[in-house]
Every structure is written in structure tokens, then in C-alpha cells.
């Protein structure tokens, strides 16, 4: 089944304490992205790639870093989270080329800093 | 920069009946492509449409259809006989020829009522 999978799904931690949220997608798309989702703002884009080793900010990349090692995997990691980060954050992949392909996303992964 | 604006943040209609959603945008491309995605409150990201910019031709996928209007940039969703299922926030997007952005609307909070 073609899935886009985020870990974890829920997340709660503290201020300052370093944390990784997982991307890992199984159709062998190029172009991976991570958003940010709260309330009356949408979705906004924090960063993304649009192959291995190739990785820009999106429109919110203050806080966050990410990296594209292998073309499967799209981790997003909060060196040092702050209460701002809280949100819901949405990892999506997308096939390459200039088709009008659509993004598959992942269910979510709801983070809350304390 | 392109942007997305959806002016309805919230909206109901009684079930069976037709709801419209709009959405316009601004952007300085000719070519692009223009979604509707829903969020049922399963959290889950679902594409409902999709318009290319060079077709004159409004999309339609079932109960689902758009209205395009490239001069005036909008893009409004047409839900026809709404069903309890269709209770979900949707938001508007659009993307560049090149996949660099996809870049989403503050949504609008769809209810429909039995």
C-alpha cells in the first residue's frame, strides 16, 4: 500500500529537549516536504527536498532542521523546541517532473512543548 | 510570492443541499495547478480535486466540482447533495509548474447538517 508514515503520532516534551519526528514514504517519490498546521493559518511549509542531498526552507524554517539521506526518509528534528513549535505537523511526498502531481501526506504527528 | 486566500473560515449546509467554497489567489505564473484537499477530523490529508490552469475545462469528480475563473485567479468547490461524510475542513492550494511549493489557504470549516 502506497503510505507516507510519520512516528510518532503524539508527542508531548519539554522545552529544550532535543527531538526527532520521523518521514518515511514507499513510492519512490523525489520530492518530500514538512508542514506545520495550526488554527486559522493552514498549512505552512517548513521545509523540503526535492531529492537525496537536497534539502530548502520552506516558508517557517526558523527552529527546525532536516536532512535527505536516503530518498525514502525525511526526518524533521527540533534541536531545541519551544512552546511556539506546538502545532501539528503533516510530512508529504509528491512524484517528480512538471505533471500536476499530488502531495500524499502522512496522518499527522501532534507535538506539544511544555 | 504567491498566496491563497479562502474568506469563509467557517460554513454549514443542510445535508442533500449544494455548498459552495471559494478561493482565490494571486500569482504572476500562467501555468500552474490549483487543489482542493479535505481534513476530515481524522486529521488524514485527502485530495478532493485538481485543476490544471491550462485547461479551459472546469474539474469535476463526482459530487465535486470547480469553478475556474483564470483572470479573476479563482477557485471555488462545488459540493453537490452534501453528505454527513463531506463534515471536514478544506483548503485550497496551489503549486507552481516547478515542484518547489505547494502553498495552502487558512481552510474553511465545512459543516453539514442532518
Known amino acids: 500500500e502506497a503510505q507516507v508514515t510519520q512516528n510518532p503520532r503524539y508527542l508531548i516534551t519539554v522545552t529544550g529537549k532535543k527531538l526527532t519526528v520521523t518521514c518515511s514514504q514507499n513510492m519512490n517519490h523525489e520530492y518530500m516536504s514538512w508542514y506545520r498546521q495550526d488554527p486559522g493559518l493552514g498549512l505552512r511549509q517548513i521545509y523540503y527536498s526535492m531529492n537525496v542531498e537536497v534539502t530548502d526552507k520552506g516558508d517557517v524554517p526558523e527552529g527546525y532542521k532536516v536532512s535527505r539521506k536516503e530518498k525514502r526518509n525525511f526526518p524533521l528534528i527540533l534541536e531545541s523546541p519551544s512552546p511556539n513549535q506546538t502545532s501539528l505537523y503533516f510530512c508529504a511526498s509528491m512524484s517528480g517532473g512538471i505533471i500536476a502531481g499530488e502531495l500524499f501526506f502522512g496522518e499527522g504527528s501532534r507535538l506539544t512543548v511544555l | 510570492a504567491q498566496t491563497v486566500t479562502q474568506s469563509q473560515p467557517e460554513m454549514s449546509v443542510q445535508e442533500a443541499e449544494t455548498v459552495t467554497l471559494s478561493c482565490t489567489y494571486d500569482t504572476s505564473e500562467n501555468n500552474y495547478y490549483l487543489f482542493w484537499y479535505k481534513q476530515p477530523p481524522s486529521r488524514q490529508m485527502i485530495l478532493v480535486i485538481r485543476q490544471e490552469a491550462y485547461k479551459q475545462q472546469n474539474a469535476t469528480e463526482n459530487r465535486f466540482s470547480v469553478n475556474f475563473q483564470k483572470a479573476a485567479k479563482s477557485f471555488s468547490l462545488k459540493i453537490s447533495d452534501s453528505q454527513l461524510g463531506d463534515t471536514a475542513m478544506y483548503f485550497c492550494?496551489?503549486?507552481?509548474?516547478?515542484?518547489?511549493?505547494?502553498?495552502f489557504g487558512p481552510g474553511t470549516s465545512l459543516s453539514v447538517i442532518p
Open positions: 492550494a496551489f503549486r507552481r509548474t516547478s515542484y518547489d511549493k505547494v502553498i
